[in-house]
C-alpha cells in the first residue's frame, strides 16, 4: 500500500455498490481507482459521477492491478464468499456487504483465506456502525437499562424489494441477527424461525425468528418485504429500564424509558408499576455508511482488526443457517407452498446473477443449496 494513499476498487454497481464507491471517494487519504460490473448500463451511469475512474467488466482486472489495495464487494449474495477467497489470495484487503456467505462452509473458507494472507476481512454490517446502535450498546452494557437485559425484539418491514437469490431472512435478518449478536454479547443456543412464501414459490417472504441464549436473554425478530409499514426498530427490555432504536424516526431515533416493575417497599414478592417518563439520548448525526467506510480504511491502514471482521460475519451466518434449517424443518409441503404462490411461475435468475457466480437454475433452491455457485462467466474468472 501506497503511503499516503489507499487505492480501493468497488465491484458491483447496482443498488449498494454506488454509495460505496461515493464514500470512499469523498474519504481523505483514499483514491476510488476501479469500479467493476457486468452491465455496461451500470458502468454509464455511475462512470457519469466519477470521471477519473477506471471502469470494467472483468473482475480480474482488479486483481490483476497490483497497486490496487482494497476491493469492496457489493456482488449479489451467492457470490460474496467467492469473490472475497479471491480477492483475499490476491494480497488485497477485503470489505464485503452482507452476509458474508450463505453457508457455514463458505464463511470459514473466506475468515480462513483472510487469516493466511494477513489482510484485513470486514463484513458491511452497517447498524453495528450506526450511533443510535452505539449508544444502545453502550446503554445496555453500563447497566442504564438495569442488571440484566430481559429480552430484545425487532421489526423490518417494508413492501418491497422482492428477490429471488435469497429469502426475507437472509436478504433482511442478516442485519438484525448481527444487531442483537452484537447487544447480546454471545451467541444463542436455540434457534427457531417460521415463514411463508406468498408470492414466490419457495422464497419466504415473512419470516418470524425466536432466539433464546445462554444468559437468560431471548430476542425475536420480525422480518417481511409484504408488509405496508415500513419499519427498523428494535426494542430492548431491561430489568431497570427500556430502550428502542427507531431507524425510520427523523429525530429522536433513541429513546430510553423509565418504565417496568418495582418491588413494593414492605410486602413479599409484590410488585408496582413504574411508568415514569422517557427521554432521547443526543446521537451524532453522520451518515453511517461513511463511519463503516472510515472503519474499513483505519483498520487496512493501522492493522487493527475490524469491528465486524470475519468472524463477526461468521458468527452471524452461523445463527442465519440454524434459522434457515428451522426454516425448512418448518415448511408447508411442496404442494401447499406452491398453492400459496397463486399459481405464479418461478422466477429465472437474469444475466447478472450468473455473471457474478450466481445461480443460472430457473427454479428457486432450498436454502441447503444456495451456496453452491455456477461457475460459466469467464469475465468473474471462473473454473478457478
Known amino acids: 500500500m501506497k503511503q499516503n494513499s489507499l487505492r480501493i476498487g468497488v465491484a458491483g454497481l447496482g443498488y449498494w455498490g454506488p454509495n460505496l464507491a461515493r464514500n470512499f471517494a469523498a474519504l481523505p487519504g483514499c483514491e476510488l481507482a476501479w469500479c467493476c460490473d457486468p452491465s455496461e448500463a451500470a458502468r454509464a451511469r455511475v462512470g457519469l459521477q466519477f470521471p477519473g475512474v477506471s471502469f470494467t467488466d472483468r473482475f480480474d482486472d482488479l486483481l490483476a492491478d497490483p497497486s490496487l489495495d482494497a476491493v ?136 418470524f425468528c425466536f432466539l433464546r441464549f445462554p444468559s437468560g436473554l431471548s430476542a425475536h425478530l420480525h422480518l417481511s418485504w409484504l408488509d405496508p409499514h415500513k419499519e427498523r426498530r428494535f426494542t430492548v427490555v431491561g430489568s431497570g429500564r427500556m430502550a428502542t432504536f427507531d431507524d425510520m424516526a427523523i429525530e429522536g431515533k433513541l429513546t430510553v424509558y423509565d418504565k417496568g416493575f418495582d418491588e413494593a417497599a414492605g410486602t413479599y414478592g409484590e410488585y408496582i408499576t413504574r411508568a415514569g417518563g422517557s427521554f432521547c439520548p443526543p446521537i451524532p448525526n453522520v451518515e453511517p455508511l461513511r463511519v463503516e467506510c472510515e472503519h474499513f480504511v483505519e483498520c487496512v491502514r493501522s492493522g487493527a482488526r475490524p469491528r465486524s471482521d470475519g468472524a463477526s460475519g461468521l458468527r452471524v451466518v452461523r445463527v442465519l443457517a440454524e434459522l434457515q434449517r428451522s426454516l425448512d424443518s418448518s415448511a408447508r409441503s411442496v404442494r401447499e407452498a406452491g398453492a400459496h404462490a397463486w399459481g405464479r411461475r418461478p422466477h429465472r435468475p437474469g444475466r447478472d446473477d450468473r455473471a457474478w457466480g450466481g445461480s443460472a437454475r430457473g427454479r428457486p433452491r432450498r436454502r441447503r443449496r444456495v451456496g453452491r455457485l455456477v461457475r460459466g462467466d469467464p469475465r468473474w474468472g471462473a473454473g478457478r
Open 72 to 207: 469492496a464487494l457489493a456482488t449479489p449474495v451467492p457470490s460474496h464468499a467467492e469473490l472475497a477467497v479471491r480477492v483475499l489470495e490476491s494480497g488485497k484487503h477485503c470489505f464485503v456487504e452482507k452476509p458474508l456467505a450463505q453457508s457455514v462452509t463458505e464463511a470459514e473458507r473466506a475468515v480462513a483465506a483472510a487469516d493466511a494472507s494477513g489482510r484485513v476481512l470486514m463484513v458491511g454490517h452497517l447498524l453495528e456502525y450506526h450511533p443510535g446502535i452505539r449508544k444502545l450498546k453502550e446503554l445496555a452494557d453500563s447497566g442504564e437499562l438495569g442488571e440484566r437485559i430481559y429480552y430484545i425484539y425487532g421489526n423490518r418491514l417494508n413492501l418491497g424489494k422482492l428477490r429471488a437469490d435469497e429469502n426475507a431472512l437472509w436478504s433482511l435478518g442478516a442485519h438484525d441477527v448481527s444487531v442483537v449478536l452484537h447487544l447480546a454479547g454471545e451467541e444463542p443456543l436455540e434457534a427457531i424461525a417460521h415463514g411463508e412464501s406468498y408470492v414466490r414459490a419457495g422464497v419466504q417472504d415473512v419470516v
